[in-house]
């Protein structure tokens, strides 16, 4: 009909907070909101943390965890979801049993966020298994980097071929679809590798750019994707967009903080290239 106003699609962010705004759920909205989507919360952590580092981490119950995912749920419905921070196995169970009632078709890009960029634990390690038994089956992808993509493997990667052969074997573990960032090789560019069941692995490139201010790349990326895929864009496509609307924030990082700072996601203004 015309006249009609175009409906967002409605992407749900289960993270924890970063009071710094860097990263998790406030990196999550920034990037939901600038694609055009509405951005929901369910808050898995609260943090303290900064550019230079998480200085507190303060896990919520799991009970909490479930009652926010149900709210959302039950009244706006969801079309997408992200996963990021976890912490542990009584938020893993949580979400894992809440996300039951999701509407069939609605993609969940899971982010398997276990150490931050400044080096800091951010899952208690027996909630791997968990997250591993749990989520991973039901996700639609996986965005691990290249440390967290080695440690879910059990060996070391360095280079790009290291990481193929790694996110085809979680591929086929889990049964989701894998991108492997390869943001950790040594390689002079930047690859990442999109491993999906019984398709050819996608490659996306681009130069390294020099620069500190990279703090909550994961995060944008993954809550790129999901928004993407809420809107109707193919895996792939949203893969692709959602990396250049990293790359364009990258380049409008504001400069803020006295260590890896934050991306500038309010300046972004094409994803099209």
Known sequence: MAGTKPVPPRVLSIAGSDSSGGAGVQADIKTITMLGGYAMTAITTVTAQNSVGVQAIAPMSGDVVARQITSCLGDIGVDAVKIGMLHDKEIIDAVTLTLSSLPTGAPIILDPVMISTSGAALIDPEAIAALRDNLFPIATLLTPNLPELGHLVGRSLSTSDHMI???????????????????????????????????????????????????????????????????GQGIENAVRLGRNFVLRAIEAAPGFGAGNGPLGHQAVRSIAD
């Open 165 to 231: 052969e790694a996110a085809e074997e979680l591929c086929e573990q889990t049964g989701a679809a894998v991108l492997a960032k390869g943001g950790h090789t040594a390689d002079a560019k930047i690859i990442d590798i999109l491993v999906r069941p019984g398709k050819e692995p996608g490659y996306f490139e681009h130069t390294r750019i020099d620069t500190a201010h990279t703090h909550g790349t994961g995060c944008t990326l993954s809550s790129a994707i999901a928004t993407l895929m809420g809107h």
